[in-house]
């Protein structure tokens, strides 16, 4: 039970960029995701596809982000 509330009171706090390579990591991540969507948005046709394909790249965005700060 103690690791469950650990873990929930990690996942749900904020994580401040402890160092400035973290910060770098966090704009790295959001840069690579943002030129992908980018790259996407212009080859594929507008669709339910295309849509969730770049729905998911943001969710990839944001669990990549929290696996930084969660465990810097």
Do not use: F, G
Not at 31 to 39: F, V
Not at 41 to 49: A, G, Y
């Amino acid at each position: 039970m103690w690791a469950i509330v650990t873990d929930l009171t990690n996942n749900y706090k904020y994580h401040p960029p402890k160092t400035q390579a973290v910060a770098e990591s966090h704009e790295d991540v959001r840069a690579q995701a943002y030129s992908l969507a980018r790259h996407l948005d212009e080859i594929l046709p507008e669709s339910r596809e295309k849509s969730i394909a770049l729905t998911k790249i943001e969710e990839a965005m944001m669990w990549a982000n929290a696996a930084i700060a969660r465990n810097q």
